[in-house]
């Protein structure tokens, strides 16, 4: 028997052990982990208080003021490759993200350690100046002086001039299905009076035009690798603060540091500081914390306080930081169509809601609610501010008010109203969960919802963004600009075309004219807060709770990496990358 | 020999082009718009816009022009059509991924007949005691399992426990061979376990029946040892249906690389097909299913060719 037994030892066992051996070798690390201590941060201890540490936590917290080090790969954990990288033929979330390290814009948002990440204000970039003509119509532009194209054929580290600005607006306004060429129909001629020197003239005057020229989409891009190449779907030459390197398709994209960077950093020499980046592609979400976990990537993000205090029990040294949402999640129909139309009805929708058992259930306990379509800080000085009942109105609720908005469907004589609920399940479990909730509350006053779980392509940009669906959509608002204007005007006016509501209210066209034009700061938030007053009382859009419940993560040793809120990786992760630097 | 593949390869056109009609019209009936996909993100895009790009990626023609486009160009000039996206050959990016998905298909193919083979063979042959009770556990619960939800388990625990994980990203053999096994172990293993449940179970089966046949009794009658039996007359006659089924389950190892590459970030032509249907990306969809096509009536041609090396009395003519 021992013997027939001894020649079965199934060889397998042994080669398995072997394998679970062989395989179970550290895997390559990025780097050593440790180095100094970063400055103590403000706050509880998430160890003795870990809810006092999570209402602690801000997207900006202290920047790092020692001396920085030079050097180090930092390696990017992101869910998505790019589809290409022509800024005339996307405009792509994962793309922007490499626009931005490799390219500049005309102007930017104020992003990184030195800004308020909760004001969008527009800061310099290739322009180092801008003065306005007295009709508000011209704008010249200042250009910083020695900036050049990375030292990397056609453009062999070539100076940027004021031309290659004009060519790169006229390229994205007149391509074949440019995505930008509606950001240029304000624009009426480009002139470039020498090569540090150019001129927008527009056909009006417009305050918030300079915005769209540091919103998301203009990169300045060369004419030389256009013409090489005939477009730049592989290809990136610009001004940035990385180079492109190559892209590993699925895989990663490589960046190393642009020596010829114009900006200084702390030091005296040339942004950034690190040597390279690497852009990793992991789709899956809880691949890209496990490698977060194991240092093999130094951001990642934690959904959830239980999953966050799990990693925090892992990776003591991993710095957290978290944000108030800048725009919202709507639930709405269009203003053209019953019965939607009828305010009584929208009154009663959002008086039927309970907000508190979205934010309890959905949202891990931490939500916020926006006040209308204009994002909050064009209007209040705080997040509190913003959600205390004067500023959210009377029909903006958290808790359920079940009376008042029966007696309002009785008003408007609605009974047994059927109504269907566009949701797309790209949006995750939490729209799932809000459209269930919804459901469950709007039957308590007579509405019967249909929840229809549509495709995102479908749902984003061929309903919500054309303006196109019959009963009520449930949809994030979307970046749709970084100017107030964009939301003023762009969702308000009778005669936008990203009034996705069909919204028609002469009082409304007023207002968000006369704040087009309103050069003096103080009088047009006025004016937006009188915007503000009408769409809280005419409930144009029911807003529901938004959570902040995701909290981004980084490496004990990475400093200085910051996202902003709104965009993440957006048009501002190379900004922020230029200050990010390695303590080890 | 030749005559026979000959044959079985023109017999094999038919259902070429009929999966290159069923992937045309499906892929076009995936909900959703490419050209809005492209470019609808920045807001509202004039319909005329919107058909100007729309003309510019071919895409306005009636779909039977854009069907025959396409299928003379892969017939006649070995063109699978470019990709929506980049503008690049589809084929370029077959190219590139197919080493990935080769190598964690042949590794899971491996691990599973080194896992399925003793099993069944140890299975059949101590019937009904524990080591038998132990080997169809194993069966049942590799097929109870989804591999996905295996891969991620094995994904974040290895994390958590062992605060390791398979490298990111993809190091090819000849680069960095340490490195390479390192990566596809894991998720190799994560497929092979399912397939070498169906192995195992059909091995077994098998082995049961050849091992009561009356040669089988002979043997064991003129005193031939154990290991000669069992490897040298039970297991090669018990070896074709179990290649059948096995040679079935490597199309599902296609369809299962398509998950396990995503959850392991590796890059492969199954992650490619599932980045391609979810970006309306036609033509590249296109070109993988039909890659995908010929690599399974290839697979199915030399399954049946290995028949013959196990049975000589089976001949090709």
């Keep these: ?584 | 020999m030749h005559r026979y593949i000959i044959r079985r390869l023109i017999y094999s056109l038919p259902a070429l082009v009929g999966v290159s009609i069923l992937v045309f019209m499906m892929v076009r009936l995936v909900p959703g718009d490419v050209i809005l996909a492209q470019i609808g993100e920045a807001g509202y895009i004039s319909e005329s816009r919107l058909q100007e790009f729309r003309a510019q990626l071919g895409l306005d023609a009636p779909f039977h022009e854009q069907y025959l486009r396409w299928m003379g160009g892969m017939l006649f000039k070995f063109d699978l059509g470019k990709s929506l996206w980049t503008g690049e050959p589809v084929i370029e990016e077959i190219k590139r991924k197919l080493p990935v998905t080769a190598e964690l298909a042949l590794m899971a193919l491996v691990i599973s007949i080194f896992l399925s083979l003793p099993l069944g063979i140890i299975s059949a042959v101590r019937r009904d005691t524990p080591l038998d009770y132990f080997s169809r556990m194993v069966a049942i619960s590799g097929l109870s399992l989804p591999d996905f939800w295996l891969g991620t388990l094995v994904v974040v625990f290895s994390a958590i426990w062992f605060k390791w994980l398979p490298p990111i990203g993809y190091l090819p053999f000849f680069d960095d061979p340490w490195g390479n096994i390192q990566q596809f172990l894991l998720p190799a293993v994560v497929l092979g376990v399912r397939l070498s449940a169906v192995g195992t179970r059909m091995t077994r089966s098998t082995m049961l029946e050849v091992l009561r046949e009356d040669y089988i009794r002979t043997a064991w009658a003129k005193g031939l040892r154990e290991r000669m039996v069992i490897v040298r007359h039970a297991l090669k006659n018990a070896m074709i249906p179990v290649i059948t089924i096995m040679g079935g389950q490597l199309r599902f190892l296609l369809g299962g690389t398509v998950i396990i590459e995503s959850i392991f970030a590796l890059p492969g032509v199954g992650r490619l097909t599932l980045d391609s249907i979810i970006k309306l990306d036609y033509p590249q969809t296109q070109a993988n299913v039909m890659f995908a096509a010929v690599v399974v009536i290839a697979l199915n041609l030399i399954v049946d060719l290995t028949y013959s090396w196990f049975d000589p009395r089976i001949r090709y003519e």
Excluded at chain 1, 509 to 519: F, G, N, W
């Design chain 1, 1 to 584: 028997m021992q013997r027939r037994i001894r020649w079965f030892i199934p060889p397998f066992l042994v080669a398995l052990v072997l394998s679970i051996a062989l395989a179970c070798a550290p895997a390559a690390q990025p780097g050593p982990q440790g180095g100094d201590q970063q400055p103590a941060r403000t706050g509880p201890d998430w160890r003795s208080d870990f809810e006092g540490f999570v209402k602690s936590l801000t997207p900006n917290p202290p920047a790092d003021t020692r001396p920085p080090k030079r050097g180090g790969t930092y390696i990017y954990a992101a869910a998505a490759d790019p589809p290409h990288f022509d800024p005339a033929g996307t405009i792509s979330w994962p793309a922007h993200a490499q626009w931005t390290l490799g390219y500049n814009r005309l102007l930017a948002m104020k992003t990184g350690i030195k800004a308020d990440p909760y004001k969008w204000e527009l800061g310099t970039d290739l322009a180092k100046s801008w003065t306005v003509s007295p009709d508000g119509k011209t704008y010249t532009f200042k250009m910083q002086e020695g900036v050049k194209w990375h030292n990397k054929p056609p453009l062999n580290g070539r100076e940027l001039t004021s031309a290659d600005i004009k060519y790169s607006y006229e390229r994205l306004k007149n391509s074949p299905g440019s995505p930008q060429a509606a950001t240029f129909d304000e624009v009426a001629s480009i002139e470039t009076p020498d090569n540090h020197t150019l001129q927008i003239t527009l056909k009006s005057p417009s305050v918030g035009y300079l915005a769209k020229l540091g919103s998301l989409f203009p990169y300045i891009h060369a004419k030389e690798l256009v013409e090489l190449k005939g477009d730049l779907k592989l290809s990136l030459v610009g001004t940035g603060p990385f180079m492109f390197e190559n892209w590993e398709r699925g895989v990663q994209v490589n960046w190393k540091r642009n020596p010829d960077y114009w900006e200084k950093g702390e030091d005296g020499k040339s942004l950034p500081y690190l040597e390279a980046l690497i852009f990793r592609i992991i789709p899956d979400e809880s691949t890209r914390l496990a490698a977060f976990r194991t240092n093999q990537v130094h951001n990642g993000s934690a959904t959830g306080r239980d999953t966050l205090k799990a990693v925090l029990e892992s990776l003591p040294d991993a710095q957290v930081t978290n944000s108030f949402p800048e725009v919202g999640i709507h639930l709405s129909g269009q203003l053209d169509q019953q019965p939607w139309s009828d305010v009584r009805f929208r009154r009663a929708v959002s008086l039927a809601l309970n907000r508190q058992k979205m934010r309890d259930s959905v949202w891990d306990g931490l939500a916020f609610l926006t006040p209308s379509a204009i994002p909050w800080f064009f209007l209040f000085d705080s997040p509190e501010e913003a959600n205390k009942p004067e500023s959210l109105g009377r029909y903006q609720k958290w808790e359920q008010d079940l009376d008042q908005a029966k007696k309002l469907m009785a008003e408007a004589g609605y009974t047994n109203v059927k109504l269907k609920l566009y949701n797309t399940p790209q949006y995750g479990v939490t729209f799932a969960g809000m459209a269930a909730s919804s459901k469950e509350d709007l039957a308590k006053i007579g509405i019967d919802i249909e929840i229809i779980e549509t495709d995102y392509t479908k749902f984003y940009t061929g309903m919500y963004l054309q303006g196109k669906w019959d009963n009520v959509i449930l949809s994030h608002q979307g970046n749709q600009g970084i100017e107030a204007d964009d939301y003023a005007y762009g969702h308000l006016h009778t005669g936008s075309s990203r009034n996705f509501w069909h919204i028609s209210s002469p009082e409304l066209d007023r207002l968000t004219e006369a704040q087009r034009v309103e050069a003096d700061p103080k009088k047009r938030r006025d004016i937006l807060r009188q915007i503000n007053t009408i769409l809280v009382d005419q409930v144009y859009q029911v807003w529901m709770p938004k959570g902040y419940s995701t909290y981004t993560l980084s490496q004990g040793y990475v400093r200085n990496f910051r996202t902003n809120p709104s965009t993440g990786t957006g048009f501002s992760f190379g900004p922020n990358m230029k200050y990010v630097w390695l303590d080890k």
